[in-house]
């Protein structure tokens, strides 16, 4: 949010404020761009409610974004992120803050354990968040959480990752597919794991960018469940589901995985039990060089990977391993959302 800037508007940062209003989540604000009023999505909180066109321009901007850094230097001038996690990070947290930066932007990171968010109403100090910056990158342990935060600001929330979605994570995805392969159409990717957060969002995005999936997933991690996505997934039909991982990567542009185990639990005692019984269900879906003889397709993480569990460290170490390049883009995908919620482009 910023000052108006028309002639005779002699309006305060906070009278603009004032004079923005969320109906059916869709929020009104002043924009320098081109000086009249927009409407916009409130932030990203899942892909499902963004139309194939939204992302796929998405991507068309991200690419952009990173041929061309030169041209988005100060886009975002005078605007603040606000960072606020839940969950450690690394990669969510540096790419947000650096590509705010690049763009001529502020970016505040704010530590749960740090603030008074665990102490507070949630939504009013959501809101009272929203008064000081122009949006939010909120990573979550739960989705609840991530909503109530979204039902009370003011500005627009994108979710850094959450129990059942990881919307930017998918975003760099695609650009990264979009790179390697010169663009969407036709490519086949493979998701072999648990069903989670990460693997909902990558069912979206394929789908909705015309690319067909298919999911080796034993097993659904019960947060991340969500029959609406999955039910609207299989009308597209894009998605494929098999048990098969050896016949699914045999005409795969890329075989995808991610940790069986979620990061707070990995090296949590009370949860070792869990643990083992996950690494003895999931051991036959890992990524190795057996599997690859099969394929020449490019290999997948989000990371960070746990290697000798869902995949090998000389597939990581591997030249058909993408692995840091879909890190990379992960920057340039969110600053492309940024630019699309805070600039409206």
Same mark, same amino acid.
């Given at each position: ?8 508007? &002699?309006? &305060? ?40 066109? !939204? ?48 763009? /001529? ?70 650009? &990264? ?15 072999? /794991? ?24 034993? !097993? ?19 998605? !494929? !589901? ?11 542009? #890329? ?9 707070? #639990? #990995? ?14 269900? #999931? ?35 591997? &030249? ?26």
């Amino acid at each position: 949010m910023r000052r108006s800037s028309v002639a005779g508007d &002699t309006g &305060t940062r906070q009278d603009v404020r004032l004079r923005t209003r969320s109906v059916n989540r869709v929020a009104f604000w002043w924009t320098k761009s081109d000086k009249r009023w927009k409407a916009l999505e409130v932030g990203l909180l899942t892909l499902k409610e963004w139309t194939p066109d !939204e992302i796929l321009a998405t991507v068309q901007n991200s690419l952009a974004v990173k041929l061309h850094p030169e041209r988005y230097r100060q886009t975002l001038a005078d605007l603040s992120l606000g960072l606020l996690f839940q969950k450690t990070s690394t990669r969510t947290r540096t790419s947000f803050e650096v590509g705010m930066t690049q763009m /001529g932007g502020h970016a505040v990171y704010m530590d749960w354990g740090a603030t008074n968010f665990a102490l507070a109403d949630l939504k009013d100090e959501a809101q009272v968040l929203s008064r000081y910056v122009d949006g939010i990158v909120a990573r979550m342990k739960h989705n609840d959480d991530l909503l109530n935060l979204a039902s009370g600001s003011e500005v627009p929330v994108i979710n850094g990752c959450c129990d059942r979605y990881h919307p930017c994570q998918a975003l760099g995805d695609l650009l &990264t597919m979009y790179e390697v392969r010169g663009g969407l159409s036709d490519l086949h990717v493979v998701y072999t /794991g648990i069903l989670n957060n990460v693997c909902n969002s990558l069912i979206v995005a394929c789908t909705k960018a015309g690319v067909r999936i298919t999911i080796v997933t034993p !097993e659904i991690n019960p947060a991340s469940k969500d029959d609406e996505l999955m039910n609207a997934a299989r009308a597209t039909g894009l998605l !494929e !589901e098999t048990l098969d991982l050896q016949d699914a990567v045999r005409d795969a542009d #890329f075989v995808y995985t991610d940790t069986w185990i979620d990061m707070e #639990f #990995f090296f949590d005692e009370s949860y070792a039990e869990e643990k083992q019984r996950r690494i003895d269900a #999931f051991s036959p879906y890992q990524i190795n060089e057996e599997l690859l003889e099969s394929t020449d397709a490019y290999v997948m993480h989000c990371l960070p990977a746990h290697k000798g569990y869902e995949v090998t460290a000389g597939v990581m170490d591997s &030249t058909q391993c993408i692995a840091v390049d879909q890190a990379e883009n992960r920057m340039h995908a969110q600053k492309a959302v940024l630019l699309r919620l805070m600039e409206c482009v």
